[in-house]
């Protein structure tokens, strides 16, 4: 027995999911396998080699799983959707891991559901493994995130973007996938009694050390999460492309990899999704967008926090108003640390910005990366980089001034991150049956602190403008 299942949402949350079926697929072929994820969680190397084709493409279930696919709500792109869900995934489960760590299971494009909606309930290899590529970029550069345990083909094609494509599912493993909209599937029915055994759930998950009731500190605790997980964000350039509210999970987990994508040149406006036509969710708007998010969560939440109303929003609107502080605080201790700054000084945050002010266009990873250098008075590699260095040269003389860490900085600024350009020829690669820029490419995002020239240049002028797409 390889997974120790212990479902506790099918057996906690009737009215939250429906008990169905993945689809069973044609022809299941496994393409990959996350063997470092596998020997994390401590799970059998060998019976998932063995079993990994079935268990994972929905072809036969593992001992003890009960597939079901969640019910949530959304706010997408600004307007409310009452009824979204797993249109195309199935939570297999929780299993413990060998350390006791419950973990979600679920697959993903696993085929159709009640919450399909007009969907196919199908996914198709190049963004399933870029969903698996992209997640073990994050987790390597100590992001919170889903993870991919594995991807297989299911041997039919997939009418995607206006050509065939092969069909694939994902298998991710999560945290847990309570999701803002999943909160507000509940509000939103008016059913009180199951936002609060929901919220009850989310605790004894994620906050075992509150107190049972505590739902504000609950609300503090995620505001805290993903406060922190944005700031991150921003920190190694990541834009998540549909920041709606199915998509922010409780846990403080990175989830749902569609149009994201990372930030090449600084520009606060950078959007990549074809579908964001206003940059909603643009990098620089990730934080406010954040502080939007958590105020549905707020109102999904509000009965909770107190048994009079007013006593429940004036909670809710003292919290939110802490958010773009709080935010602040943990952004400012991503850059601190990318500067190679200890301690704390108040000209900090006036440093932090005034960098951004000087980067307009410059290598976001690449002009961190290479800093660290420009410590010492080094500005060779540095340089380059800028169209105009007037404004570098300027706030430089200001940093070293506070003192930086070379040595620590290599430790926080990654060398490789998965550039656009790289990622695209790796899918087309994979979409022809050869693997092998995939692996080399995994590899190096596995180890991004680590100089691996070939995997650090910004894409080719030629390569155009970075458009992602959400027929994922
Ligand atoms: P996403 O944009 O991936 O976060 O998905 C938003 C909603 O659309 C969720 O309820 C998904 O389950 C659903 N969905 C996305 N793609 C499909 C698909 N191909 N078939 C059915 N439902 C889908
Ligand atoms: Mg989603």
């Known amino acids: 027995m390889t997974f120790r299942f212990d479902n506790s949402w099918a057996r906690t949350l009737p009215g939250s999911f429906l008990a169905l079926q993945p689809d069973v697929p044609a022809a299941p072929r496994l393409v990959a396998l996350n063997t470092v994820l596998a020997a994390e969680l401590g799970l059998d190397p060998a019976v998932l ?94 992001l919170a995130t889903t993870r991919a345990l594995a991807v297989t083909a299911t041997g039919e094609t997939v009418l995607r973007d206006g050509r065939r494509q092969p069909g694939a599912v994902l298998a991710r493993v999560a945290a847990s996938h309570i999701r803002v909209g999943s909160f507000q599937f509940h509000a939103a029915r008016g059913e009180q009694d199951r936002v609060r055994a929901l919220a009850d759930y989310a605790m004894a998950r994620h906050d075992p050390a509150l107190a049972a009731g505590d739902y504000l500190g609950f609300f503090d605790a995620v505001i805290g999460r993903q406060a922190r997980l944005i700031a991150q964000w921003m920190g190694v350039g990541f834009i998540h492309g549909v920041m709606n509210t199915d998509n922010m999970a409780i846990s403080g987990e990175t989830i749902d990899y569609g149009p994201c994508a990372f930030m090449e040149g600084y520009a606060p406006g950078t959007v990549f999704s074809s579908i964001d036509h206003q940059g909603r969710y643009a990098y620089a708007n990730q934080p406010l967008i954040l502080a939007w998010n958590l105020a549905r969560l707020a109102e999904a939440l509000l009965p909770l926090f107190a048994a009079e109303e007013a006593a429940a929003v004036a909670a809710a609107n003292l919290r939110l108003a802490g958010i773009a502080g709080i935010y602040r605080a943990e952004w400012l201790a991503v850059m601190r640390r990318k500067l190679g700054l200890s301690g704390e000084e108040d000209g900090d945050g006036a440093l932090a910005d005034d960098l951004l002010a000087a980067m307009a266009g410059a290598d976001w990873t690449l002009t961190f990366h290479r800093l660290s250098e420009a410590s010492s008075g080094d500005l060779s590699r540095l340089q380059p980089l800028f169209a105009d260095f007037t404004a570098m040269a300027a706030w430089l003389p200001r940093w070293r001034a506070r003192g930086p860490d070379p040595v620590a900085m290599r430790r926080e600024n990654p060398a490789v991150i998965p550039r656009n350009h790289r990622v695209e020829a790796a899918l087309e690669a994979a979409n022809s049956g050869d693997m092998a820029p995939f692996e080399a490419l995994l590899a190096a995002v596995r180890a991004p602190f680590v100089a691996a020239p070939d995997f650090m240049l910004p894409a080719p002028t030629g390569f155009g403008r970075y458009v992602t797409y959400c027929g994922t």
């Not at 760590?101 to 309930?121: A, C, E, I, M, V």
């Not at 992209?134 to 390597?140: D, P």
């Open 49 to 142: 080699e063995a079993e990994a084709a079935a268990w994972f493409s929905g072809a036969e279930l593992p001992a003890g799983a009960e597939s079901i696919a969640l019910a949530y709500a959304g706010h997408q792109f600004g307007g409310f959707s009452p009824v979204l869900g797993d249109g195309r995934a199935h939570l297999l489960g929780e299993f413990l891991d060998a350390g006791g760590r419950r973990w979600d299971l679920q697959l993903k494009g696993s085929g159709r559901t009640p919450f399909s909606r007009g969907g196919d309930g199908k996914a198709v290899l190049g963004p399933m493994l870029r969903e698996y590529l992209v997640s073990e970029a994050m987790a390597a550069l100590g």
